[in-house]
């Protein structure tokens, strides 16, 4: 019984640790295209990013999250918050480039982000 009791207990642990090492996917089925489309709404979400507006909840998840997923390289993303990461930077660089920069001066002001992912960023077809 103590041996079950201790199984229990270290599932519970590693649970809770591997839950720690990734984001929440509670907002993984937003639809971004959606948002993308909509200027109300994509108003939204970047007055919320750059703090100029309130934010959803699910605005306010990426807000507190992006600084850590630029610097661990979106290592706690799940392959859909990839995949969303990649479609709304391809769509900001190619419709809304003055938006890219400003979020670019909020969450990377050296640059140090932008050379880390550049060579990245080209395989995906992305010009930064």
């Known amino acids: 019984m103590k041996f079950v009791a201790a199984l229990l207990v270290a599932s519970v642990a590693v649970l809770a640790v ?11 089925n937003i639809d971004l295209d959606d948002i993308l489309k ?7 979400y970047f007055e919320c990013l750059t703090g100029n507006g309130k934010c959803t ?17 979106c290592s706690k993303c799940s392959e859909k918050q990839r995949a969303g990461s990649e479609k709304v930077i391809k769509h900001l660089l190619k419709n ?4 890219y920069a400003v979020l670019e ?3 990377d002001p050296s640059g140090i982000y932008k050379k880390k992912y550049e060579a990245e960023a080209k395989k ?5």
């Open 105 to 107: 001066k909020i969450y």
């Open 18 to 28: 591997e839950a720690a090492n990734q984001y929440t996917t509670k907002y993984d």
């Open 96 to 99: 809304k480039p003055q938006d």
């Open 38 to 44: 909509n200027q109300r709404l994509y108003k939204k």
């Open 57 to 73: 909840p699910d605005g306010k998840e990426l807000k507190e999250h992006l600084p850590d997923a630029l610097k661990t390289g």
């Open 124 to 128: 995906l077809g992305i010009n930064v």
